[in-house]
């Protein structure tokens, strides 16, 4: 482990660390076959961003939320920017959302009708006057394109039509904005999607340029899937734009990341780490794109962003120096000692301290429970329809 005299650039590199909250974790979820409503759950946008800025002020690293568009449409996104501002937040990535009209049961962008093509298209158009309002850099992009049988759709035509709506989005992009295409391996389409790994959206953002990076939803791999190396490469070839943090023990399970696999989460932000991309200045945007469907939601999201530090400080933990010395020696068993010893790490009396040099409760969950703020509005958020993912 690095030596204690050190700790003073680790210290800073966690204070200086930013995690992103989405928006919709904090509306109602649940499964294809229930959504179990919660009290307090926030009715408007305003009402989610509230809630953001409440994880943010008790864990002093959450400072941007996300927006999912059309789920958090509003008259005035000015207005929308300089409330959360009020509240102590910015707002973050525009989520587009062309997966949830009848009219994409084919396709969005990669739909055989034209009509529905330009529809969808649009849509991400929009999203980018919604962009300019409220000054977010990241246009997020994820196509539940596919097809479910051998033969329906013609797959290099769908291609052909992906990239003819990505450039016309990517056109339209200002200087300081930029896109983040997310893939997944598969689900709505189960035979075949458009955007299915990294390699095809990598592909897709190289023909763009640089202003087109991939966003690595860690829950859109197949179970064993070395994330942590595709971390590593894209952010060799500077193609690396943003996480959607989350956990899956299945396939998209949106549980709270670190919840199923903080070892994996622990190699993924040492990768991070040794790629230097850890500062907001880097340019990466660490989201969580995650869904509470039985738990409590704003505590689940304390959750989440602690978890988000814990694996990143054992990843600042790691001693380089040693580890590069016992990988030149060809050293198999140091090397790897020098990884787990940073793992195995305590790191919650480390990141107290953190908290507590930026003014902060040590214990951020202890902290929102004593505050009385679940309690408040679970009896203030009464009436009015609650909003939630996909509302
Ligand atoms: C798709 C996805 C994508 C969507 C979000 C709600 O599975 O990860 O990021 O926008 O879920
Ligand atoms: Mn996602
Ligand atoms: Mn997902």
């Known amino acids: 482990m690095i030596p204690v005299s050190d700790l003073t650039a680790v210290r800073r590199a966690l204070a200086s660390h930013e995690i ?16 179990f409503a919660q009290p307090g759950v926030p009715r408007t946008p305003e009402e989610k961003i509230a809630d953001a800025a409440t994880v ?32 102590g937040v910015r707002l973050g990535a ?24 330009r529809k969808a298209t649009d849509h991400l ?29 013609d797959l290099r035509t769908r291609q052909d039509r992906l990239a003819q709506a990505l450039r016309e989005t990517y056109d339209r992009l200002g200087d300081d904005q930029r896109i983040v295409l997310e893939y997944k391996l598969f689900e709505p389409a189960f035979y075949a999607t458009d955007v299915p790994d990294w390699g095809t959206s990598y592909a897709h953002c190289v023909e763009l340029g640089e202003k087109a990076t991939v966003c690595i939803d860690t829950g859109h791999h197949a179970p064993g899937t070395n994330i942590e190396f595709i971390v590593a490469f894209l952010l060799r070839q500077n193609k690396l734009g943003a996480f959607d943090f989350n956990s899956r023990f299945y396939a998209d399970d949106d549980l709270m990341v670190g919840a199923a696999d903080p070892f994996q989460l622990f190699r993924i932000m040492y990768e991070i780490v040794r790629g230097d991309a850890l500062h907001p200045d880097r340019g990466i945007a660490f989201m969580l794109d995650q869904c509470h469907n039985i738990e409590r939601k704003i505590p689940a999201v304390i959750r989440s962003v602690m978890n988000v530090q814990e694996a990143t400080a054992k990843a600042l933990l790691v001693d380089r120096d040693a580890l590069s010395a016992a990988q030149s020696a060809g050293d198999v068993l140091e090397a790897n000692a020098v990884v787990m010893d940073a793992y195995n790490t305590d790191v919650r009396p480390l990141l107290a301290q953190v908290r507590e040099d930026a003014g902060l409760d040590p214990d951020p969950m202890a902290a929102f429970k004593r505050s009385g703020y679940q309690e408040r509005v679970d009896a203030e958020r009464v009436g009015g329809e609650q909003a939630g993912w996909g509302a």
């Open 20 to 35: 992103e909250t989405p928006s919709w974790a904090f509306g109602n979820s649940g499964t294809r076959f229930k959504v």
């Open 56 to 87: 943010h002020r008790f864990t002093g690293v959450a400072p941007q939320v996300a927006l999912h568009i059309p789920w958090d449409t509003v008259e005035d996104y000015g207005a929308l920017a300089s409330y959360a501002r009020d509240q």
């Open 94 to 117: 525009i989520n587009t959302n062309v997966f949830q009209d009848d009219d994409y049961k084919l396709g969005s962008v990669t739909n055989p009708d034209p009509g529905i093509r």
């Open 125 to 153: 158009l929009e999203a980018i006057s919604i962009m300019d309002a409220t000054g977010s850099r990241d246009l997020k992009l994820w196509f539940s394109d596919g097809i479910n049988y051998p033969g329906q759709d």
